[in-house]
């Protein structure tokens, strides 16, 4: 697949139809600042037609409850996703008409429908119209009522993807379709036609892509501290997952649910599927309790969600492990897919273009094994929570304005949310539907969402939005701090929250994740709670596990969850020293660097980090030893929220001001700031303000009065001690400090006992503290209460003080042999 093809498509075809929608709404004299009269009875001179003037009075109706930019970008993209979907299905032979859109037989852009446009049968097309505007030549006219009258036609069996056209969108129609350098004519001719066989690939890819500027822009706009809103959410949380993840989370956790009761099918071709490690005789008996639960069910009853669909991928694949289990059942491929799409398959989404585009990928999967699925009686169980916002609930009353308020921002929340509905809300609202000030589109979805809200589901699958506490807007991070306390820090662990709760109690939910919250202190809680689950298996990816995605902010696992067996084994294939896709894909298919491990050893190590890895001998120095903070006592340095104001290298200051050079002077002290990699002694560099025991540091505040610095451990400031980088991309380097330091949050300090300094520093200088941090802290970021938790077996020993010593002369001689160094007097080849 080429997907530079597709991304340059992509980013240039919203910008021309933005661009293309704009224009004609100024013809129309709709403009972003102008008086838009709706009862306009002209334009440019021109009269409008009943039609042109009912769609105008729409489009300036859009605009004053979306704004303009909102309205353009909808248009775009509306006729964007109708375009890609007449192309994915002219190319697989899916339209009714067997004609195509776009191209000939060859693959040209040359729109077969216009060279047989007299014989082309489109339900709801008027020939008369046709024979007339081919007789007049007028071939762009011809064009758009060719599209419009086959989106419309399209309706009756794919209502989500062509709403009926005839509203503002249509005054939005794009003109000029039929140029060499139109948007059709690039799809057509940059995207190889092979590339929409694949329909998953194809369809994810143009919705990432799509939202390629306007997910840069909202990245921008974090750097101004501009929250994230809204409608800018999608665009900057979508990211669409690598094929063989998807694979590997839905055979594990659907594939699973019925391989343990039913054994897998004979012809399945499940190659991400993990076989189960060996358990102890307690476990597997209950085990079996569980299996024969999961063998009385029946492929119909099996109930599969995505709460954060997309553009449809899991449940697409989904959908094809599900054909596997009802052909073992002896279902033919035409009623299964029927049963799949009434029965199996939910989705939920805040993107109503994400909605759309996995509507019309799971219909089209639908299509590839009944050709005629698409009726309005084989509809999926899809909703979307944009198209419930605007909801006019003034004239409602009691408990049904009560359900509707619930939505108020369904487009912000997404599936986070809890709905709760009276008994009778079905009857209550359809007594009262004409004067609720609710459209019935409205109605349906809100009453979509709640039922799919408020049911059970054997296997809950997703990749969920990624997106901190720093970047929400106000109503979010209220919300999540309210309903999710113990994983408010990012979206994705509020939904590994959400997805246990969607989840029956021994049915499965596989996700991707960013993996910090296997180890991060601010995620302890979760993981307390997570101990109430058993992870069945993970792919633990790290850095570089998405190809779109460069260098080491982005870390991941895959992981599948279900009830909790005491003793449980799980299988864990580490993949975080591999980069790329198909690198970390290959190094899962041979089995490799697998591990079982019980979820009940992770509670022998503080904090609980999820340490599959670890030895059995590990886990005794974690359950047996001291922890560090009992034997020294880690302090994190003083955050100047200044650095140009307070800190210098030492070589910048005056020297008659610095108690380097002189100890009576009290302005300029040595400050541990980190540094880069090193052990035993140095990187002495810089030098901070610390004049009247740092006042103004300790006084720094902004124009409200509010503290800007951190100014904390003052009475462990000056003493003698250890020091360490905080943030290191190979080991952790830990070095001596001698008194008269100041300590920043970079170079944190250890305060030890004088007779326990060496053997301290020996320890978090050997190769075993290296074991303990790569537990503590995987993302080798360490933070105090990391340090705090390594363990530690203190017996004094002079031979360990001796070496030590000798460690730090060696290092400071080395320190001292270039000019960085305060102390310097010569390089020693001189």
Known sequence: ??????????????????????????????????????????????????????????????????????????????????????????????????????????????????????????????????????????????????????????NKGLPEMFEQIGGWTELLFPRNLLREDSVIAKMITEIPEED???????????????????????????????????????????????????????ENSL????????????????????????????????????????????????????????????????????????????????DAAKSIL?????????????????????????????????????QPNLANFADVMGADTDMLSGSIRRFAEQFAFADTYGSLMTVTAPADIDTAFSDFMPTLGLNMRQFDMMMKIYKILSQKYDVVCTNPPYMGGSGMNAKLSEFVKSKFPDSKSDLFACFIEKCGQLAKPHGF??????????????????????????????????????????????????????????????????????????????????GDKRFAAKQENFSKIPGMPVAYCVSEAVNRCFEKGLKFDEFASPKQGIKTADKDRFLRFWHEINYERSSIFDSNIDKWFPCNKGGAFRKWYGNNEYVVNWENDGYEICNFKDENGKMKSRPQNLPYMLKEGLTYTNISSSTFGVRYSPPGFIYD?????????????????????????????????????????????????????STIDSLVKENIELSKKDWDSFETSWDFEGHPLV
């Open 745 to 797: 949050a970079a170079g944190s300090l250890i305060y030890v006992e004088n007779k326990k300094m060496y053997y301290a520093l020996g320890l978090l200088a050997s190769n075993i503290v290296l074991v303990f941090t790569r537990i503590l802290s995987p993302t080798m970021s360490f933070e105090v209460g990391q340090i705090a938790s390594i363990p530690v077996y203190y017996k004094p020993n």
């Open 196 to 250: 929409w066989r694949d329909q998953v690939q194809i369809i994810g890819w143009l919705y990432q892509y799509y939202n390629t500027e306007p997910k840069d822009k909202v990245f921008a706009d974090l750097k101004k501290n501009i929250k994230i809103s809204a409608q800018a959410i999608p665009a900057a949380t979508q990211l669409f997952t690598p094929d063989w993840i998807v694979r590997y989370m839905v």
């Open 1 to 154: 697949m080429n997907k530079t093809a597709i991304k340059n498509f992509a980013v240039e075809a919203r910008v021309m139809l933005i661009n293309a929608v704009t224009q004609l709404a100024y013809e129309f004299e709709v403009t972003e600042n102008g008086t838009n009269d709706p009862a306009q009875e002209s334009v440019n001179g021109r009269s409008l037609t009943a039609a042109e003037k009912n769609q105008r009075s729409q489009l300036i109706a859009n605009i004053r409850q979306n704004g303009f930019t909102q309205t353009m970008e909808e248009a775009a993209y509306t006729w964007f996703n109708r375009f890609i979907a007449l192309r994915f299905m002219e190319v697989n032979n899916y339209l009714p008409s067997h004609t195509r859109i776009f191209s000939d037989e060859s693959g040209n852009f040359k729109p077969e429908v216009l060279s047989d446009a007299a014989n082309v049968e489109i339900d709801g097309l008027d020939k008369e119209l046709v024979l007339e505007l081919l007789e007049n030549q007028e071939n762009e006219r011809l064009y758009k009522y060719i599209i419009i009258t086959q989106c419309n036609a399209l």
């Open 255 to 334: 594939g699973r649910l019925w391989a343990e009761g039913h054994g897998k099918p004979d012809d399945a071709d499940w190659k991400y599927y993990l076989d189960e490690a060996e358990q102890e005789d307690p476990v597997k008996a209950e085990l079996e309790k569980i299996r024969a639960e999961y063998k009385n069910i029946q492929p119909e009853n099996i109930k599969i969600i995505d709460p954060c669909m997309g553009s449809g991928h899991i449940l697409v694949y989904a959908f094809d492990v599900l054909i596997d289990i009802y052909r073992s059942c002896g279902w033919g491929e035409r």
């Open 342 to 378: 009434r029965n199996n398959l939910y989705g939920l989404d805040i993107d109503r273009r994400a909605y759309q585009l996995a509507y019309f990928a799971v219909m089209m999967k639908a299509r590839q094994y009944n050709r005629r699925i698409c009726s309005p009686e084989n």
């Open 509 to 590: 939910y596989a996700m991707i994740t960013q993996h910090a919250f296997m180890f991060l202190s601010s995620y302890e809680n979760l993981r307390k709670k997570l101990m109430q689950k058993t992870t069945v298996n993970m792919a633990h990816l790290g850095a570089r596990a998405f190809d779109e995605i460069g260098g080491e902010v982005v870390q991941t696992t895959a992981f599948v969850m279900t009830g909790h067996i005491k003793d449980y084994k799980g299988t864990y294939a580490r993949l975080v020293d591999t980069v790329g896709e198909n690198e970390k894909r290959d190094l899962f298919l041979s």
